[in-house]
C-alpha cells in the first residue's frame, strides 16, 4: 500500500516505470479528446469542483486514462471527499500514476499524471482516510469509468 511517504518519494526521485508508453504530438491529442478533456489532460487544466457528476457515483468499476485507456483506480478505493473533484485512496497499480512536485499558486503539491501517457490527472494529498492517509483528488475529465 502505498503512503505519503513513499509518494513523496516517488516526487523527488522516479516514479514507477509504466507498462507501456504512449506518446503524441499536440495535434494528434486535440483530434482525438474534446476540447475540454484537452485543456484538463494535455494543459494541466482543472475543471471545476463539482462540475461532475462522477464524485457522487460509487457502483463498482474501474476508472481509465480519459487518453490513452491504461487502468488508473478501481471504485473499491474511491470515497467521497467533499472536494468537488472524484477522490480515492489508492491507484490500481503501483506503477499506473507518476508523481511531480507542483510549486505552481504559490502551493507546494505533488501532481498525479497517467504513467502511460503523461496526462495530467489532479494531485495527490496526506490527507484522505486510513489505512493510506492519502486523497487523490482526481478531475473527472481525465477519467473514463468502465464496468
Not at 38 to 58: K, L
Not at 96 to 121: F, K, P, V, W
Request: hydrophobic share 30%; proline share 8%; aromatic share 10%.
Amino acid at each position: 500500500m502505498l503512503d505519503w511517504k513513499k509518494v513523496l518519494e516517488f516526487a523527488s526521485k522516479e516514479s514507477p516505470a509504466p507498462d507501456r508508453i504512449v506518446s503524441k504530438p499536440d495535434h494528434e491529442w486535440q483530434e482525438q479528446l474534446s476540447p475540454e478533456v484537452f485543456y484538463v489532460t494535455r494543459r494541466h487544466g482543472t475543471e471545476r469542483p463539482f462540475s461532475s457528476s462522477m464524485c457522487e457515483r460509487f457502483e463498482p468499476g474501474q476508472y481509465h486514462c480519459a487518453c490513452c485507456d491504461s487502468l488508473l483506480f478501481d471504485a473499491h478505493q474511491k470515497f467521497d471527499s467533499g472536494s468537488g473533484w472524484p477522490s480515492f485512496t489508492q491507484p490500481a497499480k503501483l506503477n499506473a500514476i507518476s508523481y511531480h512536485s507542483d510549486d505552481s499558486h504559490g502551493m507546494q503539491r505533488i501532481e498525479t499524471l497517467c504513467n502511460c501517457c503523461d496526462a495530467h490527472l489532479g494531485h495527490v494529498f496526506p490527507d484522505g482516510p486510513p489505512p493510506s492517509g492519502l486523497r487523490y483528488c482526481i478531475n473527472a475529465l481525465a477519467l473514463i469509468r468502465k464496468n
